[in-house]
């Protein structure tokens, strides 16, 4: 299917087994959308070859492992959620510095460790949702969140997070 732009198979939880490699570069698909599924096994390192993927969706299965760095090779991504998976614990994803088109960012229950890095308000600024809910993140929520002009929902509940709230947090249109 060389023309393909979008594939939407969310909502099969019959649907199980592992995500293939992805054998060679597909630059027209846009939309991957694979949410609320039993898909099993790690995302391939291969995900990669989908250089045209603006939304990707892989939320709600039973993935395993860790997330792939190669993911940051996904530079046009506005929209990754790959929450709510089976990974192994890990620190949040350096990958995600590199897709600064992301307008929608979802790591819930993923597993991650450490603290929220401080880089996210600086170089994710087109952000207008972020969830991290549901982690082992902890220390100071980092003062250049207060950077997140465009966000609207910031969802950091359920963590090991301390310090306190940066005080600038009150200026963001959060909600709105």
């Known amino acids: 299917m060389p023309n393909l732009e979008v594939l939407d198979l969310h909502g099969n939880v019959f649907l199980h087994g592992e995500i293939p490699d992805i054998a060679a570069e597909q630059t027209t698909l846009q939309v991957l959308a694979l949410h609320e599924n039993s898909l099993t096994g790690e995302i391939p390192a291969s995900i990669n070859n989908l250089k045209g993927l603006r ?34 614990e890990m620190p949040f994803p350096s990958f995600v510095r590199d897709l600064t088109n992301l307008t929608e960012l979802s790591l819930k229950k993923t597993s991650l460790t450490g603290q929220i890095p401080e880089w996210i308000g600086n170089d994710l600024s087109l952000l207008r949702l972020l969830d991290l809910d549901g982690n082992k993140l902890t220390g100071p929520i980092p003062n250049s969140m207060t950077n997140l002009t465009n966000l609207i929902f910031l969802l950091l509940n359920r963590n090991e997070l301390t310090g306190t709230v940066p005080p600038d947090l009150k200026y963001l249109n959060l909600g709105e």
């Open 55 to 88: 939304h990707l969706d892989l939320s709600g299965n039973d993935i395993t492992g860790t997330v792939p760095e190669t993911m940051g090779d996904l530079i046009d991504l506005e929209y990754l959620f790959i929450g709510i998976n089976e990974f192994d």
